[in-house]
Structures are given as structure tokens and as C-alpha cells.
């Protein structure tokens, strides 16, 4: 369980490692029930000890979140760290599209800047992916969540590995062979957990620069990856024509299968794609300007609401709602690795996230027809009701800027803009505005989750004079058949001159950030009608 805390709120004796010349220093705390997890084979106590001792190991660097201090009791071990203030990087970046390459550039750069320090203190991590990758307030890259990193080296002296570990998309292929041999035997397969790391930086580049991974897992049942294999790397998939051609040469030697082939941090650093010319980035590796950067990022986040809703995902198994597992074939399991979102102070993050509890007594009925004409009609009366000084500060939301059609960010964003934070927000951007009533949203949503196939959750009865309106648990699984967690929120949003409108937030419990996208996008698209846009 994560959480985030003010500095009073935690025991004085890690106070001194909060910046205290903060106005008002934060940091993550991350709670770890040791008989729960235990338990239910999540992790065990000398994994507990080892990520502790690793995360401490590795010291100081600009691109990993830091260690403060640990301590239990009889029930909890917790570990306090740095809080990634920017949230999840992936949750920025368009799903099937990427991020322009300048983009892509910088955070790869940050991105070997954190590996390879931690390599050099002899811990591989093991669990790269987009859960594991923050930003800070300041938009710099930070690599999180050590549960599955172990020490390769020590004292000049090597080993590998054979725990399996890892998330099937960035998983390297030798892990995977490790996991069909018998481990007991003395010809058991082993890997270099350092190569491991530099093939799923790779697989991060691509998605960085396409959006999509190369293959679901590493495997003979993946097409895409098989093709892989018999091109020796030139596959004629679409997504590897839509890569920048001097970023080839770099993907495949980053993703050579024979992992003694793999490029070297030396040879990525050299590579004419790593040391090209950008303008977002000083010749230090820092990031040159904050603004253009977050301007970039955000004005890539685009969904279309003229298109027409995406075929339904794959059906659920029918004992989803008895799975609390990151993965659904056997994978291993770990702690839930993204840190809080903020400001999100009404939601639990535990192993079972509780539903909020009803306020009053009033059920959020889904028997109420919704028609395009009810939506039409409620979308007129709020236009009509919405004053200058609230389209104004609806301007200034950078949520509706991912539902313009029209080319970049609202100047009203960036002109009075000074930091990277003030530009693309700390809060997570899948969310909207609606202008219909309660029952009537509600409806919507559950219609739609009905349509993509997601078990649909009990009503949760709220109040409607409350803040907080409803609350619809997802739980399902992604195109990958991977598992995919989260809350529907919806609340009150208050405009200026006592004037409101409903905000819904989609808040990732468990998952792909990037599959969490795209399940955002279609839901978006199921319920457009009751979208509030101030283009429409």
C-alpha cells in the first residue's frame, strides 16, 4: 500500500531526511502488511528485507526515487521514499501514438542515466516498465518500486539469476527460458540480470516512440515477436516502420536475443540516435526547458470524438472478481508499484481497495433511460448556465485539452506557465467533465462498461448534495490478458460564480498505464454524449 504524508504524520525519526526547507515537504510511504503478503505468496519476508536493503544500496541519483528510512512492527514494514510528484510517466503519453521524438530522446537519455547508476552500484532492477517510471515536479524521470532487483555483482565478483520476474511485454526471452527449466537441476537455465535491464529499456524506447509494445510477451505464441526472430530483427510489422530509422540500428541492439550480443551502456551512449542534437536537452543530460517540454507532451494527448466507438475487449473470466493478481498467467506478483496519485485523499490504496461508503441514502439508479436527445438537452442547459469567469477557468484545465480538435495548448495554459507542473498537472489526465445529471451519467457508465465486456460492478450509493457522487470499480483484464484495476470516480467540480459540473476520474488501482489509456479512450468515446467540451 502507498500513501503520502505531510512530515508530521510520520514517526520524528525519518524527519531528518525530508527536505526541510520545503514549504511543505511530502514523500511516499509504502505499507507492507508482512502476514497478508506473506500469506498469499505476494512476496516474501526475505524479499521484503531485500528491497529495503537494495533500495538503500543503490544512494542518491536525479533519475531514481531515493530511499529516506524503513522500519515495522508486529503487522507492517514500511518504507519511506522520495514522492514522485508528477505521477506515472506513461500516463502522459498517448496510447498508439507515442510522444514526438525529442521527447522520447530526453527520457530515454534519463532512463540510462538511472539504470546504468544502479548497475554501477552491482543491483539490476529487474521490473522495468511503465509502472515503474515517475515523473517529478519538475517532468525528470524517476525509476521506482525495487521489489524485484537483486545484486549481479559484488566485489568484482558476478552471478545470475534465475528468480522469474518481470512484466511479459519488457520481459527479456532468457528469463522466460529460465522459467520452463528445472531450476534444481544443475543445467538450469540462468540469465544476466544486467542484460535484462538493457533489453527492457529497449522495449521502453519503442513504446515511447510508438505508443504500443513490439509483442504482447517474448514467446513462440507471439506472431510479432516470431517475426522478430526470422528477420533477425527487421520485422516488417507496422509499428517498426513508424520508428525513426537511426533508432533501429539502437532497438535491435538493445533487443538481441542473444543476450551476450546486447549492447553495453558504453555502446548505447555512442550510438548516432543516443548523442543526436536535441533541443529539449543540455549536454548534461538535464532537461534545457521545462515548458516546452510539458507543451509537447500534453498537446499529444488527443482523443477524437467524431470517431465511433472500438470493438469491445476480450471477455472477462468468469472468476475475475476472485483474482487479485498483477497477472493472469502465472507471472509473479508483487506490490503494486505506482505511488499515489495526489490530490486523491477520498481512496484507500491497499491490497482491497474498499468501495467509499454510501453518505445518504440516495441509489444511483440504472433503470433511467439515456438518450442522445437527454444528453443533447442537458449539454444546451449547461452551456447556457456557464458564465465567462467559468469558461475561463475551463480553459485553464489542462483535461480539456486532450478533447480539442484543434492543434496544441490553450494559450491561457502556458503564458503565466513557469514550471513543467504548471503545464501538465500532477493529477492523472484520464478524466472528464459532464454536464448531464447524476442518474443519468451513471447509467452511462455501467452501459458502457457493459459494452466493453467489464463485470459490472454494485451500484454504490452516495448523496447527491455530497461532493463525492459515485464510485464503479473496474476490474478486468487488458488486451494482453493482463490484470487491469481501477475506480471510476465521480464528483463535483466547482467552477467559479457557484457554478458546477460533474468530473469524472479513472483512477488506475493496478495495471498498464498505457492499457489503463486506452480503456479510458473507449470509454470516453461509449459516453461522448455526456461529455462536456467547450468546443461543442
Given at each position: 500500500m502507498y500513501c503520502w504524508a505531510p512530515r508530521l504524520m510520520i514517526p520524528a525519526r525519518i524527519k531528518k531526511a525530508i527536505p526541510l526547507d520545503a514549504p511543505s515537504p511530502v514523500f511516499a510511504v509504502k505499507l507492507i502488511h508482512k502476514g497478508y503478503a506473506i500469506k498469499h505468496g505476494r512476496i516474501s519476508a526475505k524479499q521484503i528485507a531485500m528491497e529495503v536493503s537494495l533500495h538503500s544500496h543503490i544512494g542518491q541519483h536525479p533519475n531514481v526515487i531515493e530511499w529516506f528510512a524503513t522500519g515495522e512492527d508486529a503487522v507492517w514494514k514500511w518504507i519511506a521514499m522520495e514522492f514522485a510528484e508528477g505521477g506515472d510517466l506513461f500516463d502522459k503519453i498517448e496510447a498508439d501514438v507515442g510522444v514526438q521524438e525529442d521527447i522520447a530522446h530526453v527520457y530515454f537519455h534519463q532512463l540510462i542515466s538511472g539504470v546504468s547508476f544502479m548497475h554501477s552500484k552491482g543491483v539490476a532492477h529487474?521490473?522495468?516498465k511503465p509502472e515503474n517510471?515517475?515523473?517529478?515536479?519538475t517532468g525528470n524521470l524517476k525509476l521506482a518500486d525495487f521489489g524485484m532487483a537483486t545484486m549481479f555483482e559484488y566485489k568484482g565478483q558476478k552471478k545470475k539469476s534465475t528468480t522469474m520476474c518481470g512484466s511479459p511485454p519488457y520481459i527479456?526471452?532468457?528469463?522466460?527460458?529460465?522459467?520452463?527449466?528445472?531450476?534444481?537441476?544443475?543445467?538450469?537455465a540462468k540469465y544476466s540480470a544486467d542484460l535484462v535491464d538493457i533489453w527492457s529499456c529497449g522495449v521502453i524506447l519503442f513504446v515511447l516512440l510508438v505508443g504500443n509494445t513490439p509483442w504482447d510477451e517474448p514467446t513462440s505464441g507471439s506472431w510479432e515477436f516470431l517475426e522478430y526472430l526470422r528477420t533477425n530483427g527487421r520485422s516488417t510489422d507496422t509499428l517498426w516502420q513508424r520508428l525513426p530509422s537511426d533508432a533501429l540500428s539502437l532497438l535491435r541492439g538493445m533487443m538481441s536475443v542473444e543476450a551476450k550480443k546486447r549492447f553495453s551502456f558504453a555502446q548505447i551512449r555512442q550510438h548516432p540516435w543516443y548523442t543526436r542534437r536535441n533541443p529539449l536537452l543540455t549536454p548534461e543530460g538535464k532537461i534545457s526547458d521545462e515548458i516546452s517540454l510539458a507543451t509537447?507532451?500534453?498537446e499529444g494527448l488527443r482523443i477524437d470524438l467524431t470517431l465511433e466507438?472500438?470493438?469491445?475487449?476480450?471477455?472477462?473470466?468468469?472468476?475475475l472478481m476472485d483474482i487479485d493478481s498483477d497477472n493472469l498467467r502465472g507471472w509473479s506478483s508483487e506490490i503494486p508499484a505506482t505511488q499515489p496519485e495526489i490530490p486523491i485523499t477520498d481512496v484507500l490504496f491497499d491490497w482491497e481497495r474498499p468501495s467509499t461508503r454510501a453518505i445518504g441514502s440516495f441509489a444511483i439508479s440504472s433503470t433511467q433511460p439515456v438518450t442522445r436527445s437527454d444528453a443533447t438537452a442537458a449539454s444546451t442547459t449547461a452551456s447556457r448556465r456557464i458564465g465567462p469567469a467559468a469558461w475561463d477557468a475551463l480553459e485553464a484545465e489542462p483535461t480539456m485539452s486532450q478533447f480539442s480538435q484543434q492543434p496544441g495548448v490553450p494559450l491561457s495554459l502556458t503564458q503565466h506557465a513557469r514550471r513543467f507542473r504548471d503545464i501538465v498537472p500532477a493529477y492523472s489526465l484520464t478524466r472528464f467533465f459532464s454536464h448531464v445529471p447524476p442518474t443519468l451519467l451513471a447509467q452511462m457508465l455501467r452501459d458502457a462498461l457493459h459494452q466493453l465486456n467489464v463485470p459490472l460492478p454494485a451500484t454504490i450509493t452516495s448523496d447527491l448534495h455530497a461532493d463525492h457522487i459515485a464510485t464503479l470499480r473496474v476490474r478486468t483484464i487488458d488486451n494482453r490478458r493482463q490484470g487491469l484495476h481501477g475506480d471510476i470516480l465521480v464528483d463535483k467540480y466547482y467552477l467559479p460564480d457557484n457554478q458546477e459540473l460533474l468530473e469524472v476520474r479513472f483512477v488506475k488501482v493496478k495495471g498498464d498505464p498505457l492499457e489503463w489509456r486506452r480503456f479510458f479512450k473507449k470509454m470516453v468515446l461509449l459516453c461522448k454524449d455526456g461529455i462536456f467540451n467547450n468546443e461543442a
Open positions: 529487474r521490473d522495468l517510471i515517475l515523473l517529478s515536479d527479456a526471452p532468457e528469463v522466460l527460458s529460465c522459467a520452463r527449466s528445472d531450476r534444481k537441476s544443475p543445467d538450469a509537447k507532451l500534453l466507438p472500438t470493438p469491445s475487449q476480450p471477455h472477462a473470466p468468469s472468476d
